[in-house]
C-alpha cells in the first residue's frame, strides 16, 4: 500500500512491534501518520516536547452493535515537560496528549485525509506526578462521512487510577472551509 512507503527506515514504532490484532498494513498507516505527522521534525511546533514520550503500544478492532470500532493504546511516563507548576502533568498538556492518541485512532482503516477539531471535552480526575507512567486508551465512538465522535481514558499505568476522561469531535472539512 501507498501508505507504508513513507514510513521513515528508522521509525520509533516499528509497526511489527506493535500489538493488538488489526492488520500489519492497519498498523504500519497508524505508524506512518504517527512519524510524518507528530514525531518527525517539529522543534517550534506546539508540543515538540511532549510528543516523543508518546508510544504506540496497540491497535484492535473489534465490532461493537454491529459497527467496526477501533482502540488504540498509547503510553508515555511523565517528564518535566508535561508539568504544571505544582509538579503534576498540565491540564492543557492532557488535552495535547489526548488530542493526538484521538487523532490516531481515525488512520487504520482509512485515508490519511485532513481533519480539523470541533470540541474536546477534558474531564480530569486525578493528578499524575513526575515519574508516573501513563496510558491512554482512545476509541472510535461513531466514524462518518463528515462527523467523527473519539473517546480517550487516561490512567496510571501502575496504578490502574483513572487520571482523565475526554471526549473528541472531529470533521472532515469541506474544500475552501478551511480559512482563518
Known amino acids: ?7 521513515p527506515r528508522m521509525s520509533r514504532h516499528p509497526a511489527a512491534s506493535i500489538l493488538g490484532n ?26 515538540a516536547n511532549v510528543k516523543p514520550h508518546l508510544k504506540i503500544v496497540s491497535v484492535d478492532v473489534f465490532a461493537q452493535h454491529g459497527t467496526d470500532v477501533v482502540e488504540i493504546v498509547h503510553e508515555a511516563k511523565v517528564s518535566e515537560d508535561f508539568l ?8 492543557g498538556c492532557t488535552a495535547f496528549i ?19 477539531s470541533l470540541n ?20 472510535s465512538v ?9 473517546s480517550c481514558e487516561m490512567y496510571d499505568a501502575d496504578r490502574g487510577t483513572l487520571l482523565a ?3 473528541h469531535i472531529k470533521m472532515y472539512p469541506r474544500a475552501g472551509d478551511a480559512k482563518l
Open 165 to 167: 476522561t475526554g471526549k
Open 84 to 91: 504544571n507548576c505544582n509538579n503534576v502533568v498540565h491540564g
Open 120 to 139: 474536546l471535552d477534558v474531564i480530569y480526575h486525578a493528578p499524575a506526578p513526575l515519574g508516573t507512567r501513563l496510558r491512554i486508551v482512545s476509541t
Open 22 to 47: 488489526a492488520d500489519p498494513a492497519s498498523k504500519a498507516r497508524v505508524v506512518a501518520w504517527w512519524d510524518r505527522y507528530l514525531a518527525g521534525p517539529s522543534s517550534g511546533q506546539f508540543g
Open 98 to 116: 489526548m488530542d493526538i492518541c484521538t487523532t490516531s485512532v481515525l488512520f487504520p482503516f482509512s485515508e490519511q485525509r485532513m481533519n480539523v
Open 142 to 150: 461513531t466514524l462518518n462521512a463528515r462527523i467523527l465522535t473519539l
Open 1 to 7: 500500500m501507498a501508505f507504508v512507503s513513507i514510513l
